[in-house]
């Protein structure tokens, strides 16, 4: 009884106390600096921010349990078990998962995380973080509902998402051989990998640890993400850029900065369909899942700087190069 208090005594206080702000900033102007801090923008961050947090939660819900499942009950056999040999075979294997977890990046690096410690090798792990978000049902569905008009969109970005996933995997099979994992496996992964007596508090006590673990990075980077909505115009954000090269540079810097869902940022690409081409939406559409801020807060914690670099760098170069080339059909 003392352990399970002592387990979860903080972090049910912490949510209780977050709880406790909210409604008090909610409810009640602050009793000072009111020339400093205008009203209407920080309504606006408080919204945005509350907005990006709830939207990103579900999913990285979904992705500590399933991570808490894989460490207890899926053994290091079982997954090299299924895992394809052949590089090819492997990366079109780990486009396909994305079918069976439709959950954004933020509940993708838990999953993925797990499963390297537990075998699967970096190129594959790769390719599931950046498809997975895109090549799922659910940010389909969402893509063809924002673009009813031009479903040549939703088809085009699931084409552009598994073309660019499969080049970057390909490319990091060839040239990446460490580790990148910036915390290797030690003797406490290993005592964890068979199941507990008790199943069921085990894999709470798992999802509970990797929840607080990754929601700080969220947190952050909504706050940051927040602030630069609430302090850029929306007006100039829909004026800049309509050069060919220059309005793909924009989208691609716009999508980091937002860190959208993927199962929600098509309505807002689809807000700037009259001031930007089809090919910068794309860009917009396609590295936004794959790279942004807050996923590229996630990936430091859980791979090292310099892989997480080239990771971003070698997704870019092939999301804009994709995105012009199809900008010429759309």
Same mark, same amino acid.
């Given at each position: ?32 600096g ?15 921010f ?13 992705g ?15 997954v ?113 990998t ?11 006590g ?5 929840? *607080?673990?990754?929601?700080?990075? %969220? @947190? +952050?980077? !909504?706050?940051? =993400?927040?602030? #630069? ?54 860009t917009?559409?396609?590295l ?14 859980? *791979?090292?700087?310099?892989?997480? %670099? @080239? +990771?971003? !760098?070698?997704? =870019?170069?092939? #999301? ?11």
């Open positions: 009884m003392p352990t399970i208090v002592m387990r979860w005594a903080p972090p049910l206080l912490g949510a209780a106390c977050c709880a406790m702000i909210y409604r008090i900033l909610a409810t009640r102007p602050f009793p000072f009111q020339n400093l801090l205008h009203t209407g923008a920080f309504e606006e961050f408080r919204l945005l509350l907005g990006i947090v709830l939207e990103a939660l579900p999913f990285i819900l979904l500590v349990i399933l991570s808490a499942v894989l460490q207890l009950v899926v053994t290091e056999q079982m090299q078990r299924f895992i394809p040999r052949n590089p090819a075979a492997g990366i079109l294997y780990a486009c396909l998962l994305g079918l069976l977890f439709p959950v954004c990046e933020c509940g993708m690096i838990p999953i993925i995380r797990r499963l390297m410690r537990k075998g699967m090798p970096a190129y594959i792990a790769t390719v599931f973080i950046l498809a997975g978000p895109v090549l799922n049902p659910i940010t389909y569905g969402s893509t063809y509902m924002a673009f009813s008009g031009q479903p040549e969109m939703a088809y085009g970005r699931m084409g552009l998402a598994f073309v660019t996933a499969s080049a970057v995997g390909l490319l990091l099979y060839r040239f990446t051989s460490a580790n990148p994992l910036r915390h290797s496996l030690d003797g406490q992964e290993r005592a964890h068979h199941p507990p007596r008790q199943l069921l508090a085990g894999i709470l798992h999802a509970s640890d990797e929840f *607080f673990e990754m929601g700080k990075y %969220l @947190i +952050l980077g !909504a706050g940051i =993400t927040a602030f #630069v909505q609430a302090a850029i115009e929306h007006e100039s954000l829909r004026s800049i850029g309509q050069g060919e090269l220059s309005s793909h540079l924009f989208m691609a810097g716009l999508a980091y900065v937002l860190s959208l869902c993927s199962t929600s940022d098509a309505f807002v690409a689809a807000s700037f369909s009259g001031q930007f081409s089809m090919g910068s939406l794309l917009f559409l396609v936004g899942p794959m790279i942004d801020f807050k996923g590229t807060l996630m990936l430091l914690s859980v *791979f090292k700087t310099r892989f997480v %670099l @080239i +990771l971003s !760098a070698a997704t =870019t170069m092939a #999301v804009l190069l994709g995105a012009i080339v199809l900008g010429e059909f759309l």
